[in-house]
């Protein structure tokens, strides 16, 4: 599992600032109790300078360190003692100036170890949902709000099978897809006229997939290859672009939204290979959507990309007739 290093940048700075406004609180702790006081302060100098002493005596020479640590010790021991009476008597709990940590896992660190701990990963979802939220409607867009009734059940003459049976098929396999989504997984091409959920099913298929740790980039075809011009042209930031050509193809799961909308050139199909071709080597997985027919893109594009879509992508067809009007 690949993360996002735009967003996970976003999570340690939100970390951080969450870290920053823990020590406030402490520190805010600290100077209400030595307000009340004074003696609490003078005790915890004290404290500090026993580390000192205790870290002197190790290195002093003629000096038995053993027993001057352990004298530090004592003296510690029995400063901590007058410490505790002190908050008992204010009538606080005898740990409320110990150091506290939102996350005690990490120390707020958002590391155990070399892992990340579930801190920075919650924090992590958190900066994905916002990020896809920019573009979708994640808090409307569930499998559960799919609605199949509003597909045609009568059976289509030319198949034999109603819209409402296929698109039925199409959303076992996308909600499916979505929970077990994995390295191993398809790529998919969702084929169909306007207005039959492809977008939707994709949204849902972004929510839940980025919902269960995975990196996710959702992106219109048109959005995409906006992108590769401002990075090979210049227009706009450049730097923003190349950090989203970057997203977009070392992610673990991009959505390319309405492929074949947008305006065709040589460099949108030459764009469109190298954003194929970079994930497919890299084994990382591509769900797109269209409205054109398979043979409608050929007319389109390259024989290398068309080559690719029939080969390495799972066909998903999407029946019926535009819902749009029915939602």
């Given at each position: 599992?690949?993360?996002?290093?735009?967003?996970?940048?976003?999570?340690?700075?939100?970390?951080?600032?969450?870290?920053?406004?823990?020590?406030?609180?402490?520190?805010?702790?600290?100077?209400?109790?030595?307000?009340?006081?004074?003696?609490?302060?003078?005790?915890?100098?004290?404290?500090?300078?026993?580390?000192?002493?205790?870290?002197?005596?190790?290195?002093?020479?003629?000096?038995?360190?053993v027993e001057a640590l352990n004298a530090v010790r004592e003296a510690n021991l029995e400063l901590q003692?007058?410490?505790?009476?002190?908050?008992?008597?204010?009538?606080?709990?005898?740990?409320?100036?110990?150091?506290?940590?939102?996350?005690?896992?990490?120390?707020?660190?958002?590391?155990?170890?070399?892992?990340?701990?579930?801190?920075?990963?919650?924090?992590?979802?958190?900066?994905?949902?916002?990020?896809?939220?920019?573009?979708?409607?994640?808090?409307?867009?569930?499998?559960?709000?799919?609605?199949?009734?509003?597909y045609d059940d009568r059976p289509d003459p030319a198949t034999g099978a109603s819209p409402r049976s296929?698109?039925?098929?199409?959303?076992?396999?996308?909600?499916?897809?979505?929970?077990?989504?994995?390295?191993?997984?398809?790529?998919?091409?969702?084929?169909?006229?306007?207005?039959?959920?492809?977008?939707?099913?994709?949204?849902?298929?972004?929510?839940?997939?980025?919902?269960?740790?995975?990196?996710?980039?959702?992106?219109?075809?048109?959005?995409?290859?906006?992108?590769?011009?401002?990075?090979?042209?210049?227009?706009?930031?450049?730097?923003?672009?190349?950090?989203?050509?970057?997203?977009?193809?070392?992610?673990?799961?991009?959505?390319?939204?309405?492929?074949?909308?947008?305006?065709?050139?040589?460099?949108?199909?030459?764009?469109?290979?190298?954003?194929?071709?970079?994930?497919?080597?890299?084994?990382?997985?591509?769900?797109?959507?269209?409205?054109?027919?398979?043979?409608?893109?050929?007319?389109?594009?390259?024989?290398?990309?068309?080559?690719?879509?029939?080969?390495?992508?799972?066909?998903?067809?999407?029946?019926?007739?535009?819902?749009?009007?029915?939602?």
């Amino acid at each position: 599992m690949s993360l996002d290093g735009t967003l996970l940048r976003r999570a340690k700075e939100a970390l951080d600032r969450r870290r920053e406004e823990n020590e406030r609180a402490n520190a805010r702790r600290r100077e209400e109790v030595y307000r009340r006081c004074p003696r609490i302060q003078r005790i915890d100098r004290e404290l500090r300078e026993g580390v000192a002493s205790a870290v002197a005596a190790a290195f002093s020479r003629g000096t038995d360190p053993v027993e001057a640590l352990n004298a530090v010790r004592e003296a510690n021991l029995e400063l901590q003692e007058q410490r505790a009476m002190e908050l008992v008597r204010l009538g606080l709990p005898v740990d409320y100036l110990d150091e506290k940590y939102i996350c005690p896992k990490c120390r707020d660190t958002g590391y155990n170890g070399t892992e990340l701990c579930s801190c920075l990963m919650e924090l992590y979802r958190e900066e994905q949902r916002r990020d896809l939220s920019q573009l979708l409607k994640l808090g409307e867009q569930t499998f559960d709000s799919f609605d199949l009734n509003l597909y045609d059940d009568r059976p289509d003459p030319a198949t034999g099978a109603s819209p409402r049976s296929v698109m039925a098929a199409v959303y076992d396999f996308c909600s499916e897809y979505a929970r077990n989504f994995s390295k191993s997984s398809l790529n998919v091409f969702m084929q169909g006229g306007p207005g039959l959920g492809k977008t939707f099913l994709s949204t849902c298929i972004a929510k839940v997939v980025s919902e269960r740790g995975w990196s996710v980039v959702y992106e219109t075809a048109g959005a995409a290859f906006g992108k590769y011009e401002a990075e090979k042209f210049g227009r706009g930031d450049q730097e923003e672009a190349r950090r989203d050509i970057r997203r977009m193809e070392g992610c673990d799961l991009l959505i390319l939204d309405d492929l074949g909308t947008e305006f065709v050139s040589p460099f949108t199909v030459s764009a469109l290979y190298t954003l194929l071709n970079t994930r497919l080597a890299a084994g990382r997985k591509t769900v797109i959507s269209s409205n054109l027919t398979l043979r409608d893109l050929g007319e389109r594009y390259s024989a290398p990309i068309m080559s690719r879509l029939t080969g390495e992508f799972y066909l998903l067809r999407f029946a019926g007739t535009d819902i749009r009007g029915r939602v």
